[in-house]
T-cell receptor, first 116, second 109 residues
Framework: GAGVSQSPSNKVTEKGKDVELRCDPISGHTALYWYRQSLGQGLEFLIYFQGNSAPDKSGLPSDRFSAERTGGSVSTLTIQRTQQEDSAVYLC??????????????FGNGTRLTVT | SQQGEEDPQALSIQEGENATMNCSYKTSINNLQWYRQNSGRGLVHLILIRSNEREKHSGRLRVTLDTSKKSSSLLITASRAADTASYFCATNSGYALNFGKGTSLLVTP
């Protein structure tokens, strides 16, 4: 079956522009996560969606970052007025159940964002 | 926040040798998971060990968990060149999984 799909795979944008990153999770997975990975670093948690509950936005680094999950499926991460420090790989993951339910995460291949 | 911390940061071994990576964490957990990441790709789940388990096996992988020391280890036996990748441990804090910076493993033929 299809895994987690992210688009675009690469995005180059000018500083100050807005970008939208898309994630299609595995069908039927109730939980969806966004992480950010800078070069040679670990994964930085950004936001978590679980079913119809309010998302956990505690990891978003600034109010320039926002995310939506429509119909409990597709998610979009939006970065407004991009800065060079936003350059990173943005990874999306989904899981059948939430993190407290011993449910492993399935990751997409990420979107590599470069802000020039 | 990054709760899991892997050690060593980098490891280089020859094919056929065993590779051991360690993970330490700070707060109580429900489970601990290990993931693998090949260059330029997403992470792939390897194994999950619950907080009430002490050891778990999957193929050439062996994971141990010591909740009293807040530490875990991942052993890869009889390593292959294809095992070259970064390995991350992840623990849950609330609902999100927190990942460390990973151990970069290089297996040379």
């Amino acid at each position: 079956g299809a895994g987690v799909s992210q688009s675009p795979s690469n995005k180059v944008t000018e500083k100050g522009k807005d970008v939208e990153l898309r994630c299609d999770p595995i069908s039927g997975h109730t939980a969806l996560y966004w992480y950010r990975q800078s070069l040679g670093q670990g994964l930085e948690f950004l936001i978590y969606f679980q079913g119809n509950s309010a998302p956990d936005k505690s990891g978003l680094p600034s109010d320039r970052f926002s995310a939506e999950r429509t119909g409990g499926s597709v998610s979009t991460l939006t970065i407004q007025r991009t800065q060079q420090e936003d350059s990173a790989v943005y990874l999306c993951a989904s899981s059948l159940l939430g993190g407290n339910y011993n449910s492993p995460l399935h990751f997409g291949n990420g979107t590599r964002l470069t802000v020039t | 926040s990054q709760q899991g911390e892997e050690d060593p940061q980098a490891l280089s071994i020859q094919e056929g040798e065993n590779a051991t990576m360690n993970c330490s964490y700070k707060t109580s957990i429900n489970n601990l998971q290990w993931y693998r990441q090949n260059s330029g790709r997403g992470l792939v789940h390897l194994i999950l060990i619950r907080s009430n388990e002490r050891e778990k096996h999957s193929g050439r992988l062996r994971v141990t968990l010591d909740t009293s020391k807040k530490s875990s280890s991942l052993l890869i036996t009889a390593s292959r060149a294809a095992d070259t990748a970064s390995y991350f441990c992840a623990t849950n804090s609330g609902y999100a999984l927190n990942f460390g910076k990973g151990t970069s493993l290089l297996v040379t033929p």
